[in-house]
DNA sequence: GCCTCATTTATTGTATACATAATGAATGCA
DNA sequence: TGCATTCATTATGTATACAATAAATGAGGC
């Protein structure tokens, strides 16, 4: 919930922008359809100018698109356009662990992200089936992938992994395949985390070829586990809660 | 020029952002510089709804940094960011290429790469130092660039490759060096072309992973043409120039 | 009966007025 | 003399009024 009329401390246009990503993530605003801006004003109860801005800022963060002739609709996505956004990602992240290895890291920036990894290690030994425990694996995974990233120490890069992040994670149709495939296949869970182990490693001994190239198989994996989902659906009923964890973080 | 006055075809918000895309690309508004909303109302001509939005766009552009007491100033790129937005840039033409070439593209696809790649093949023979033959090497170099990462069909690699351009290309510094090393390595230029010639015959035997390599490699020659050009800067005088037609083309 | 043109309506684009928050300077007090 | 507090000024955030454009519906003619 988007705590319409509470919390001033926060822009009108942030609050617009939240509640419109919620209705959107939560599949209240359909995929291609149109979104008039006064629709816009009575959903989130602010006036025009900030509306504008937070869709328009929509539109750059790829969850609308800008109808030619003016206003904007809600994107539809592809299961492709969805599996080709990990693969961009795992290709972006392939690239942060390799800057990272190659131009070298401190223990000092190396020690949240194993600080991470070992709370991930204790949280993977529970039932990932819960919907708590899954849902503090998503937090926990999200923060891996941001700390990696930042590692890189390339801003034009941190930039455009958080960008290419957006669509996997944005999308209900990502939620839904993700959390399902893990429903059935939390063993998957364990060799991502070898990933993410066998990456620092990498990373440490300045293995640059070999940190890229595990954080590509990490996406493919992520990509197999989605396309294995899409064929059983199952536990749609977590859907809700996850899209709502992660509206709420932005 | 951004014809203030005139072309009432383009909307205000529209006209303020390449006005103001201009001012920063040509450096009249220098890196690292406030820049307030009267201030840009001024400038531009429109009034502050229209530069607003105009504003909020060229922060997703990334030519401008949101200040977090409010307003925006001119975002700063080091050498290192431009070289990393390059590596960046060829790693996902990387993918778009392997894309193309896994995915199979019909001959149709094809041709007008074909014909664009033609019509550099015609240019490297003349004089690539003069500034007519040079901008027009630039501009057919872009639509190969376009071309082929259309021709991986994805559109959210599209997407991103579009992004990871604007740094490279929209940087003045990226411009001086780009041009500069080109004025005493234009063989440079030959072996870019090889290039071309080779991903298209790559993905035509649908050879994904030599495709991939190509335009990885591609983007190596560029960084190290511009590393090269860092160190002894020639002809800026045709800056201005190349800054004005790129902007043009947005 | 259908096609075309005009009128009307709705929606976006633009401008400006108002409110609020932040910043800087000046004055008073310690 | 130095620091803090207050006031003034400037800038951004927000709302609303107005204009222009595009879409839809109705009527009239072919």
Chains 1, 2 share one sequence.
Not at 89 to 108: D, I, M, P, Q, Y
Request: charged residues 25%.
């Amino acid at each position: 919930m988007a705590d319409r009329e509470s919390d001033r401390s926060v822009s009108q246009t942030v609050r617009a922008q939240l509640s419109l990503r919620d209705l959107i993530l939560s599949g209240r605003l359909r995929s291609g359809e149109r979104i008039s801006e006064l629709q816009a004003v009575e959903l989130t109860g602010v006036s025009r100018t900030p509306v504008r801005m937070a869709l328009v800022r929509l539109e750059e963060e790829g969850l609308l698109e800008a109808i030619p002739s003016g206003g904007f609709m809600v994107k539809a996505f592809s299961e492709r356009d969805i599996l080709d956004s990990i693969e961009i990602r795992g290709t972006l992240e392939g690239v942060a662990a390799r800057f990272a290895a190659e131009r070298g890291v401190s223990a000092r920036d190396l020690a949240p992200l194993k600080e991470n990894l070992a709370e991930l290690d204790v949280l993977l030994r529970q039932d990932t089936h819960s919907v708590e425990v899954f849902s503090a694996y998503v937090a926990l995974n999200a923060r891996f992938h941001a700390l990696l990233s930042d590692l890189s120490g390339s801003a034009p890069l941190i930039r455009q992994v958080d960008r290419s992040s957006a669509l996997p994670f944005a999308s209900p149709s990502g939620f839904v395949m993700a959390q399902s495939a893990l429903a059935e296949a939390s063993q998957i869970l364990l060799i991502a985390q070898d990933h993410h182990h066998t990456v620092i490693d990498a990373i440490e001994n300045r293995e640059g070829a070999r940190a890229e190239a595990i954080m590509r198989e990490h996406a493919r994996l992520a990509a197999r586990n989605l396309r294995l989902a899409l064929r059983n659906r199952t536990h749609l009923d977590l859907l809700p809660a996850l899209v709502r964890s992660s509206a709420a973080e932005v």
